[in-house]
Antibody, heavy 124, light 109 residues
Framework: DVQLVESGGGLVKPGGSLRLSCSAS????????MSWVRQAPGWGLEWVGR??????????DYAAPVKDRFTISRDDSKNTLFLQMNSLKTEDTAVYYC???????????????WGQGTLVAVSS | QTVVTQEPSLTVSPGGTVTLTCASS?????????PAWFQQKPGQAPRALIY???NTHSWTPARFSGSLLGGKAALTLSGVQPEDEAEYHC?????????FGGGTKLTVL
């Protein structure tokens, strides 16, 4: 079975940094594109960004609100996805989910599997 | 910035039919946006229901269907069950970017 387990969330002050991890199992992680999605309390889902597989270039794309502050990376040797968050703002407070992202738009693999999420709270 | 709009809330009676829609600020939604739909219940992660406009996953109940309707993506529930009460999110693909709608809270009453 596919499993995605996020960790690293917590309380951080505005301007601070945090690094989230997502441990993956049950599928060939190094072939998978992966995304981070967040959900502020009481709000809808917001796509944060995506990383392609290394075989597809390993490139990243980000949503405008986090571009230049957040960085997605991966360690295929450890089946782990990361989200480095810098210059955090109060509006970054949310549950952060890692999820599979299809290798092409409309893929059945896209957003098919989700972790349980990890809460990031940005407050002074 | 691209905005994807859903009805904030809808109410349906058990056994009834309801259609949720998903609109794009850039214009008509077409199959090129590969609309996807997700169900989310309180305290749970989202669950994928529909991908690429109208394709269902193996676990998607047959009463759920996806389509394009009047320039929007649509999710139709036919023969609604009490357990369908949930938040429903749509997703559109804009090239490398993905944009979720604000979600529709569906009440079964």
């Amino acid at each position: 079975d596919v499993q995605l387990v996020e960790s690293g969330g917590g309380l951080v002050k505005p301007g601070g940094s945090l690094r989230l991890s997502c441990s993956a199992s049950g599928f060939t992680f190094n072939n998978a594109w992966m995304s981070w999605v967040r959900q502020a309390p009481g709000w809808g889902l917001e796509w944060v960004g995506r990383i392609k597989s290394e075989s597809d270039g390993g490139t990243t794309d980000y949503a405008a609100p986090v571009k230049d502050r957040f960085t997605i990376s991966r360690d295929d040797s450890k089946n782990t996805l990361f989200l480095q968050m810098n210059s955090l703002k109060t509006e970054d407070t949310a549950v952060y989910y890692c999820t599979t992202d299809g290798g092409y738009n409309g893929s059945p693999w896209g957003f098919q599997h989700w972790g349980q999420g990890t809460l990031v709270a940005v407050s002074s | 910035q691209t905005v994807v709009t859903q009805e904030p809330s809808l109410t349906v009676s058990p056994g009834g039919t309801v259609t949720l829609t998903c609109a794009s600020s850039t214009g008509a939604v077409t199959s090129a946006y590969c609309p996807a739909w997700f169900q989310q219940k309180p305290g749970q992660a989202p669950r994928a229901l529909i991908y690429d406009t109208s394709n269902t996953h193996s676990w998607t109940p047959a009463r759920f269907s996806g389509s394009l309707l009047g320039g929007k993506a649509a999710l139709t529930l036919s023969g609604v069950q009490p357990e369908d009460e949930a938040e429903y999110h749509c997703l559109l693909y804009y090239g490398a970017a993905r944009v979720f709608g604000g979600g529709t809270k569906l009440t079964v009453l």
